[in-house]
């Protein structure tokens, strides 16, 4: 009988408090939601943007704080031995970290949304904005990495063998430096890139470089390499210490507008004049152009043709490479239909008489 009664008794303790954690883990579930709904009420109208975007990466990992919170709390009412509640408290303990951690992470997604939201990318003169998305980019994915590895941290020291044995691993902590130093110089190196990158900025997220003979704009920089989306939709994938370590071509290191070139080669007979009033009719024509420079100049004479360089400005490269293509081809237009003797040719004279008098009478 009295066994019974202690698996009765010990049973009644489990259901009491099994009882008491699903309270707990209910009570926090609901002030999670109530705290939502007032901050929905109460920001909607003043920002909304900062409403949307708190709920939106926020509510999965405040989901689970929480309610944990609310569970430490009701950890001293619980009818269990010291040893069962000790296992809680630390299972209890590793998910808080855990969760704290992933809120703190989302909390860098809420900021990027914010500042998103205030500098936009999408507008022509976006060197400001450029600057300081890279800046923060960086600022970020370190923020991560030192969120991440605190609570790794927090979690073993949280256990008294772990932090044992940390006291003793110190001591070699000098030689396992020297040697994970070896072998990871170059993602170190990579990581030092990048801190340079992101306060001396040579490059900048939305930048345009021409990089081993390709064209493209850099899409991501992450800790380690940099994403460069090609023209035609390609993905060029470059360590950060590339763009330390060797040359490349930055369109837009210090503003957004860039000088278009277009070089037109045609016969010396050419009217420069009428090309050069053509050229500036085209440029009027179209909004394309940014109204800033616009020549014509013969930059060249070659032995069997003239070289016109036509030079104009545009807000950006994605325009002044369009505005480059129309130029071309309306000036190539103009000079097949109007001078089309003026494009390009080879002459050859014959001084022999003999040899003039055969070609007319062979």
Request: proline content about 4%; aromatic content about 10%.
């Amino acid at each position: 009988m009295s066994r019974i009664s202690d698996f009765i008794n010990q049973l009644d303790d489990f259901v009491l408090g099994l009882g008491i954690c699903v309270i707990a883990l209910i009570i926090g579930s609901i002030f999670k939601l109530v705290t939502f709904k007032i901050l929905r009420v109460y920001n909607k109208e003043e920002n909304p943007l900062l409403v949307r975007s708190l709920t939106h990466h926020l509510n999965q990992p405040l989901s689970l704080l929480i309610p944990l919170l609310f569970l430490s709390f009701a950890m001293p009412l619980l009818p269990y031995s010291d040893s069962t509640v000790y296992i809680l408290k630390r299972i209890i303990e590793v998910l808080g970290i855990v969760t704290f951690a992933w809120t703190l992470i989302m909390f860098t997604n809420v900021a990027r949304d914010l500042v998103r939201n205030k500098y936009q990318l999408d507008k022509s003169d976006n060197f400001r904005e450029r600057k300081l998305f890279t800046q923060l980019q960086f600022i970020r994915k370190i923020t991560i990495v030192l969120i991440a590895f605190i609570a790794l941290s927090m979690i073993l020291l949280s256990f008294d063998a772990v932090r044992k044995l940390g006291t003793g691993l110190l001591t070699s902590a000098g030689v396992v430096g020297i040697v994970v130093g070896i072998a990871a110089q170059k993602s170190i190196a990579n990581l030092l890139a990048g801190l340079q990158i992101a306060f001396t900025q040579p490059i900048r997220i939305d930048d345009v470089l021409v990089v081993e003979n390709e064209f493209g704009r850099v899409e991501e920089i992450t800790l380690t390499y940099v994403v460069l989306k090609i023209w035609d939709n390609r993905r060029m994938i470059l360590p950060l210490n590339y763009f330390i370590d060797k040359p490349f071509q930055n369109w837009t290191r210090t503003g957004s507008d860039i000088l278009a070139t277009v070089y037109i080669y045609t016969d010396y007979t050419i009217p420069i004049e009428e090309v050069r009033s053509e050229f500036e009719r085209i440029l009027a024509s179209t909004e394309l152009w940014d109204k800033q420079v616009a020549v014509l100049q013969v930059t060249d004479s070659k032995e069997n043709s003239l070289e016109l360089r036509a030079l104009m400005s545009a807000n950006s490269s994605g325009i002044a490479w369009d505005l480059r293509c129309l130029v071309r081809e309306k000036l190539v237009q103009f000079i097949q239909q109007n001078y089309p003797d003026a494009l390009p040719k080879v002459r050859t004279e014959f001084t022999n008489p003999s040899l003039q008098s055969f070609i007319k009478h062979p």
